[in-house]
């Protein structure tokens, strides 16, 4: 249950303890035990796109950033975050050229569906589970690569969305997409990536299945907290 406050949308029971940490470990929800909704962040998540993103800035930016820095200070954050930490200041020359870049048939043949994500998406319609995006990326470009892929969400919350206000690490994407759903976050499970998506979605007091990268190497810290994969192709935390 949830409600509206001036500070967006919070559930009445944030601060409770209604799950466990072997709860959120097993990816079961804490209330039915299974889950109602998956929340799927998108760059990392359930598309293989960093490299090419990385890439991407670097050019729009005209600065360095090498593989090692892009992972460790860039994933996870939004465009207007990652412009600002590069080169100093939001240009919006900058940011128009990256929105451009971004829906470019180049850029899109670069992007690849994570192993076993449109599987999982197919078998998660056939279960009337719903699933919706929560990520920090543009929405031209997300909505892009799903029309691109033939795959289908029930929605899309995206980075330069207006609402809501805050982004990850912010519990804040993630509350609102499960009230949009109409769904309980703790009866939800995320599947997430960077050490930002992935304190976002604990914040949040929602289960996350945390798929390793170079981004969260070492964040043992988040990582406990999480069911860890490789990849999507195991369905046993989305459909329990």
């Known amino acids: 249950m949830s409600r509206v406050t001036s500070h967006g949308i919070r559930p009445l029971f944030l601060h409770s303890r209604l799950f466990t940490l072997a709860t959120m470990c097993l990816g079961v929800t804490a209330k039915t035990g299974k889950p109602r909704a998956i929340l799927f962040d998108f760059d990392g998540s359930l598309a293989q796109s960093e490299e090419a993103h990385r890439k991407r800035f670097v050019a729009a930016c ?28 939001c240009e919006p020359a900058v940011l128009d050229d990256l929105r451009a870049r971004a829906t470019s048939e180049a850029f899109f043949a670069d992007v690849e569906l994570t192993a076993g994500a449109r599987e999982l998406l197919e078998a998660l319609g056939d279960a009337g589970v719903p699933c919706a995006i929560v990520s920090s990326g543009l929405r031209a470009y997300i909505e892009g690569c799903l029309a691109r892929w033939g795959l289908e969400v029930a929605f899309v919350v995206a980075g330069d969305d207006a609402e809501p206000a805050e982004h990850k ?72």
């Open 62 to 89: 005209g600065v360095e950033c090498d593989v090692d820095r892009w992972m460790d200070h860039c994933v996870g954050h939004s465009t207007e975050w990652i412009v600002d930490y590069l080169t100093g200041a």
């Open 169 to 240: 690490p912010s519990p804040e994407p993630y509350l609102y997409a499960a009230a949009k759903l109409g769904v309980d976050p703790l009866d939800c499970v995320c599947v997430e990536d960077s050490p930002s998506g992935i304190e976002a979605a604990l914040a949040a007091g929602i289960p996350c299945v945390a798929l390793r990268n170079p981004a969260n190497a070492g964040r043992g810290d988040l990582l406990g907290r999480c069911t860890v994969a490789d990849d999507l192709r195991d369905r046993t935390p989305f459909l329990a």
